[in-house]
């Protein structure tokens, strides 16, 4: 009997040893490490390029801002001369209201009233 139990003893395979997670140490490597470079000088690339764009639309507006002063110093002024009536105007009594007076908004009806706590 001794026998067979170490056959069954034999056949029957020892487990390998685990490595111990917390040991372990896992890396991306070389080619995480130059995605990561990648991704970052394209966003910094991005970002100055935005700056770049967002400054030059300021200093566009700064300067048609000063043209459009300049231009109206430099022009005369223009006087407008009150246009002479065609018409002669209707007295007080006979005038018509040009537009109809807008509706009155409906009154707001009360809110709910709190429910009571104990």
């Known amino acids: 009997m001794s026998y067979l139990l170490s056959q069954i003893l034999a056949v029957t395979p020892s487990p390998s040893p685990e490595v111990d997670p917390a ?9 995480g490490f130059i995605a990561t470079f990648g991704v970052t000088a394209g966003a910094v690339l991005i970002i100055f390029d935005l700056v770049r764009r967002v400054r030059r639309l300021r200093y566009r507006a700064e300067i048609e801002a000063k043209l459009a002063a300049e231009a109206e110093i430099s022009a005369p002024a223009k006087v407008k001369k009150p246009a002479a009536p065609s ?6 009594s006979q005038a018509k209201p040009s537009q109809p007076a807008p509706p009155a908004k409906p009154s707001r009806p009360a809110p709910p009233a ?5």
Request: hydrophobic content about 20%; aromatic content about 10%; glycine content about 4%.
């Open 114 to 118: 709190k429910p009571k706590r104990d």
């Open 23 to 31: 040991s372990t140490f896992y890396s991306p490597g070389v080619v």
């Open 87 to 92: 018409k002669p105007s209707r007295p007080a």
